[in-house]
């Protein structure tokens, strides 16, 4: 079993930065792919970056692509994104999810956390 809690999603304006943090604990927990999600309201739960188990590879969607930056720690069990540039149209809860040994854009999740808000401002 692994839990997984994101901190870090708050109100900032358009331009600004923020960094979102996946703290995951459990057995094994450095094992697993990280992933994160948005879901923006009245929209479908869609895809943003991913990192491999290992941390040798890394995917995001082409509209964060240059502006977020997905890196892993696992001396502390937490998956970091780093969102800059941030533009209103990233407004969104954003969930990270685990994958037992899963590469940087797998699916087949084994793990959901709760969500963070984050809302941009013009």
């Known amino acids: 079993q692994v839990q997984l809690v994101e901190s870090g999603g708050g109100l900032v304006q358009a331009g600004g930065s923020l960094r979102l943090s996946c703290a995951a604990s459990?057995?094994?927990?450095?094992?697993?792919?990280i992933y994160w999600f948005r879901q923006a309201p009245g929209k479908e739960r869609e895809f943003v970056a991913g990192?491999?188990?290992?941390?040798?590879?890394?995917d995001y969607t082409d509209s964060v692509k240059g502006r977020f930056t997905i890196s892993r720690d696992n001396a502390r069990n937490t998956v970091y994104l780093q969102m800059n540039s941030l533009k209103p149209e990233d407004t969104a809860v954003y969930y990270c999810?685990?994958?037992?040994?899963?590469?940087?854009?797998?699916?087949?999740?084994?793990?959901w956390g709760q969500g963070t808000q984050v809302t941009v401002s013009l």
């Open positions: 999810a685990a994958k037992f040994l899963g590469g940087s854009n797998d699916f087949g999740y084994d793990y």
């Open positions: 990192i491999s188990w290992s941390g040798g590879s890394t």
């Open positions: 459990g057995r094994s927990s450095s094992m697993y792919g």
